[in-house]
């Protein structure tokens, strides 16, 4: 099954910069959605991409996508400590199996 | 005002002894869903219910089974937990299924087998 697949695996960075994480996925899909997972928690739906859309804000968050490339990034600007978790991206197939299927993350580590 | 509860948050079983883990919802959403994620990989979907539809995915094994005795709550039966089901499990909901619906998740059941 289609999966999407993250880059880097593992991020540390110092707390105030920008983080860039990559996800990019197989076949065609209808949208693509990017959670965060605190160690030991749930996952928390952070935005939602749909395939006609380029690129998408919500506060700190910036995700893009790009279908001919098939490949989505999320960057958050001036990180926090509290912004240390695992990022995972989610896509529904095209095909329509109406689920979704998740990446096996970046875990981002920032550091004060 | 937690919205996806799961019970318990940590779980030890023996091997071969069968355990039930618990999934309550406040969101009224139509659809409920179990995921078990190891450690460092994805969240894998075992099943999932839309109202009381029950969904299973093709390579979820027999020993997994699910109940929605109603809209608000599901359980996670292992009838025979062996070595390789210790993982986390995670319970998540959506109003329907598809990907333009955010899934809500509870902050899972950790099962160990001794």
């Known amino acids: 099954s289609q999966q999407g697949e993250e880059d880097p695996q593992a991020l540390s960075i110092q707390e105030g910069e920008n983080a860039t994480m990559n996800c990019s996925y197989k076949?065609?899909?209808?949208?693509l959605q990017w959670y965060r997972q605190n160690s030991g928690r749930g996952l928390v739906h952070l935005i939602l991409?749909?395939?006609?859309?380029r690129e998408k804000h919500s506060g700190r968050l910036r995700v893009t996508l790009d279908t001919s490339k098939k490949s989505s990034s999320l960057l958050i600007t001036a990180s926090r400590a509290a912004d240390t978790a695992s990022y995972f991206c989610a896509t529904e197939d095209r095909g329509g199996a109406q689920k979704l299927v998740f990446g096996q993350g970046t875990r981002l580590t920032i550091n004060p | 005002d937690a919205m996806v509860i799961q019970n318990p948050r940590y779980q030890v079983t023996q091997f071969g002894k069968p355990v039930t883990l618990s999934c309550s919802q406040t969101?009224?959403?139509?659809?409920m869903y179990w995921y078990q994620q190891k450690s460092s990989q994805a969240p894998k979907l075992l099943f999932h219910y839309y109202d009381k539809d029950f969904n299973n995915e093709a390579d979820t094994p027999d020993n997994f089974q699910s109940r929605r005795p109603n809209t608000s709550f599901c359980f996670l039966d292992i009838r025979s937990p062996g070595l390789g089901d210790a993982a986390m499990y995670l319970c998540?909901?959506?109003?329907?299924?598809?990907?333009?619906?955010?899934?809500?998740f509870g902050d899972g059941t950790r099962l160990s087998i001794l």
């Open positions: 991409i749909r395939s006609n859309e």
């Open positions: 969101l009224n959403h139509n659809v």
């Open positions: 076949t065609s899909i209808n949208n």
């Open positions: 998540a909901t959506s109003r329907s299924t598809g990907g333009l619906q955010p899934q809500h």
